[in-house]
Nanobody, 122 residues
């Protein structure tokens, strides 16, 4: 079994910063990619950022330039540094892990964390 545990969420004021962390545990042979998704109230789940084992990263247009994803797959971790937060970033953020390579760069991994709440006040 694979478990993903997120941490770092909380309440911040607009313009503030948070760093989310996700650590995987369990029987994982390889990590193809890890990603952060978010699900805001009244909106569809969306990909925030994804990073591959090779270090290639991609971001949602809405967070580009403000968020930075990083990883240490040897330690089975992925972080998301979030700067210049605004109320539109309020959501539950989920960590996702893909252990199989896929033709689609944005293919969703099969493992999910429980999520961590990020709330940004105006």
């Amino acid at each position: 079994q694979v478990q993903l545990v997120e941490s770092g969420g909380g309440l911040v004021q607009s313009g503030g910063s948070l760093r989310l962390s996700c650590t995987a545990s369990g029987s994982i042979s390889i990590i193809n990619a890890m990603a952060w998704y978010r699900h805001a109230a009244g909106k569809q789940r969306e990909l925030v950022a994804v990073i591959t084992a090779g270090g290639t990263s991609k971001y949602a247009d809405s967070v580009w330039g403000r968020f930075t994803i990083s990883r240490d797959f040897a330690k089975k971790t992925v972080d998301l540094q979030m700067n210049s937060l605004n109320p539109e970033d309020t959501a539950v953020y989920f960590c996702n892990l893909r252990d199989h390579p896929m033709t689609d760069f944005f293919a969703v991994g099969r493992y999910w964390g429980q999520g961590t709440q990020v709330t940004v006040s105006s």
